[in-house]
């Protein structure tokens, strides 16, 4: 009986510890909508993050050349909150 709930409680703090590590490892994706080209970074690992700060395919490119990445349009370009008085 009390190696039954010492085997409970041990698998119940793995996927209690699971799912922390889930919900902490993951990080919001910004894109700028002032540039109209971003730059999708595969990191080592697995990790990938954004970079919007390019104003042309041919410019993003050049950056990503030789790394684990891809350029492609802004989805949000042209889209930020403007100062209506």
Sequence with gaps: ??????GTM???GV????AV???TSASAQTYDPKYPVCMTVIEWGG???IDCSFTSIQQ???TASGRAAQ???NP?????KRNVR
């Design 1 to 6: 009986m009390l190696l039954r709930m010492a």
């Design 10 to 12: 041990l698998a119940s």
């Design 15 to 18: 996927v209690l510890g699971g």
């Design 21 to 23: 590590l889930a919900a």
């Design 47 to 49: 990790g990938a993050h």
């Design 60 to 62: 993003c490119k050049a």
């Design 71 to 73: 350029c492609d349009a």
């Design 76 to 80: 949000y370009y042209g889209n930020e």
